[in-house]
């Protein structure tokens, strides 16, 4: 919301970007777009860690099919776009007031080009965010455990 340089943004469901695309306002470039979003554990006993791998696109559209040299154009200018997003998840990952704080895993960042359609072009950037999850039962929770004191 903050950026200078995205025009919109669609979250999680493929239905929402339909929807959106198809509306009377339409879906305008660049376009951030939520696209994965998966939770994962690991470390020893209760000091587990959830590591979310978080997907997202920047998109362009209205791209003509034909025009390969506007689709590369696009997938490009996605690609810069999508750096500097990573540049400030990576500036809030040292501030220690921000959700981020030591949580933006960098080496896990993965950046491919795609096509959504025909006219939708741009980049998927995938990464690795970590933070404590503690795996700990809570015995109310359960009829078949004994709470221990």
């Not at 554990?41 to 099919?65: C, H, T, W, Y």
């Not at 993965?110 to 359609?117: D, F, Q």
Request: charged share 25%; glycine share 6%; aromatic share 14%.
């Amino acid at each position: 919301m903050q950026s200078t340089f995205l025009n919109d943004f669609v979250g999680f469901f493929e239905r929402e970007w339909s929807s959106k695309k198809s509306s009377v306002k339409g879906l305008k470039s660049p376009i951030l777009a939520l696209f994965r979003y998966t939770l994962g554990f690991d470390g020893q006993g209760e000091n587990s860690l959830a590591v979310r791998k978080i997907g997202f696109a920047i998109m362009f559209n209205k791209i003509k099919p034909g025009d390969l040299d506007a689709q590369y154009q696009a997938i490009h200018d996605a690609e810069q776009l999508a750096i500097k997003i990573i540049s400030r998840m990576r500036y809030e990952s040292f501030n220690s007031d921000h959700f981020l704080y030591n949580a933006f895993l960098k080496d896990s960042v993965e950046i491919k080009p795609v096509e959504l359609s025909s006219g939708d072009f741009g980049v998927d950037v995938l990464f690795n965010m970590k933070n404590k999850q503690p795996l700990k039962v809570d015995f109310s929770d359960w009829k078949d455990l004994e709470s221990t004191c």
